[in-house]
C-alpha cells in the first residue's frame, strides 16, 4: 500500500516536474529567440539603410586595374580578379575598393603558414 | 611411472581450474544468449555499437567470472604467507587475539576496474558529452513546442513505475525499470546505476534492445492511434535559427535545469557542455574528439562492462522476464502518450502539426525521427518529415525527449535514491 501511494505520487509529481521544466524551457527558448531575431533584424534595416544612403552618395568602384601596383613579375588577371572576389565576399553590400595588391615576400608558403597555425593553435 | 603421475595431476588440476567443471548451466545458458545477440548485432545490425560489446562482455563473465572479481583481502599468518612463496615485508599486519597476520591483498579482475566507470556513474555523462557534440538543437530552437511532445513521451516512465510496483519489485527496482521508457540507453544505464546496480544487465539489454526494434514496436501503435488524414499533414518549413541562438541555448538549457533538478546536472550539463562545444565553433578539435574518439572508447568500456554485469545466475531470474515485459510496455506509453499529444497539438493548432511527430518524443534519437517520417511518406510520399518539412519537425521532439529523459531521470533518482 506504502508502494502504491508511492508511485501514485511519483506519477503526478514526474509529470508535472518535467512538463514544468519543459513548459519553462519553451517560454525562454520563444522569448530569447524573438530578442535575438528582432535584434537581428533591427541590426539588418540600419544596414540596408545606410547602404542605400551610400549609394546616392557614391557607387561602388570597380576595381581599376591602373590601381594595381605591378611587382616586377606581373600579378595574373585570373589571380586579381580571385582576390576581387574574395574581398567582396567578405565586405558583401559594403562599398569598397582596392587599392593595391602586393606579392607576399614571406619565405614560407600559404599552405606552410596555415599548417603551422592550425598546429600551434592553443587548447 | 612419476612422469605419468604428475601428467595426470596437471590434466586433473586443469580440468578442475577450467569452465567445463566450474560453470553452471546459467553460465551455459548465458554463453547461448550472447551468441544470440552477437549474431543479432553483426548480421542485422541491431544496436551493434553497443549491442556487440554488450554481448561480448556477457560471453566473457559467463565463461570467466574472475574477470568480474571484486579486489579481496585474505589474513595470513607468516608461515602461510611464507609458504604461499610470498615476501611478508610487502604486506601491512593486522593482529587478532594476540596474533600477528598478514593482509594478503588480491587484484580485482580487468572488468571489475572498467566497471567503476559504470558504477559511479561516470560513462554514461561521457557518452552524452558525445551527443551532445553530435546533435543539432536547430528543430527543436525553431519550433520549442517540441518540447510538449517530449516531456509527453516520457509519461510511459511514470505509468511503467507504477505497474512495476504492482508487480512486486521495490521502488529502486521499479524505477529502474521504468526509465527504458525513455528510450535512452545512457540515461537507463545512469539511473539504474544509481538505483539498483544489481539490474544492471537486464536493463541496459532490454534499453537497447526495443530502441532497436524501434522500427518494429512504434509503427503499428502510430498508425492505430492517427487517421490516415492526420498522417497525411504537410508542415511548414521551420525558420532558420541563427548561431546566436544555437550558442546560447545550451547555457539556458543547463542553468534552468541544474537550478530547478540538480540530480539531471550530470546528464544534462555534459549533453549541454557537449553541445557548446559544437556550436561555439572555436574547439573544433575537442568537439571532434568528443564525439568521436571519446564517445568510442567509453562506447567499448560501457558497453563490455554492462554486458559482464549479466551472469547467469543473476540474469536468468523471473525478475528479468519481468523487467522486459515492463520494458517493452514503457516503450509502448512512450510511444502512445507522445502520439497523442501530438494529435491534442494538431487540434490546437487546426491541423498544421502532424501527430506522427509526436512519437519521435521518445529519444533513440534518430531513429525515431526517422519512423516518423517513413510513416508520414508511407501516407504522403511528397511529405518530408525529416528532410524538409518532417525530418527537421520530427528531430525538434526527438531531441527534446534527450533533455525530457534526462530531466525525467532526475526526477526519479531525486525521490528514489
Known sequence: MENIELALTLLIAGFVIVFVVLILLIAIITLYGKIIQSAQNAVSNKREKKLEENKEKQTVKSIVRED?????????????????????AVYGNKPHKIKNIRRSRSVRSSWGNAGIAENTKPF | MGIFNQLGEIIVNLFRDSGLCSLSWENYVMIVISFILMFLAIKKQYEPLLLLPIAFGMMLVNIFPGIMGNPSTTLMTEQQVIAAGFDPSSYTTTVFDGVTYYNVTKN????????QGVHLGIFPPLIFLGIGAMTDFGPLIANPKSFILGAAAQIGIFITFIGAILLGFMPKEAGSIAIIGGADGPTAIFVTSQLSPELLGPIAVAAYSYMALVPIIQPPIMKLLTTKKERSIVMEQLRPVSKLEKILFPIVVVVLVAILLPDAAPLVGMLMLGN????????ERIAKTAQNELMNIVTIFLGVTVGATASGTLFLTPKTLGIIALGLIAFCLGTACGVLFGKIMCWATHGKVNPLIGSAGVSAVPMAARISQKVGQEENPANFLLMHAILMHAMGPNVAGVIGSAVAAGVLISVLK
Open chain 2, 108 to 115: 580485482g579482475g580487468l572488468f571489475y576496474y572498467l566497471y
Open chain 2, 276 to 283: 557548446l562545444f559544437k556550436e561555439s565553433g572555436v574547439v
Open chain 1, 68 to 88: 594595381i601596383e605591378e611587382d616586377d613579375g606581373a600579378i595574373p588577371e585570373e589571380i586579381i580578379a580571385v582576390i576581387a572576389a574574395a574581398v567582396d
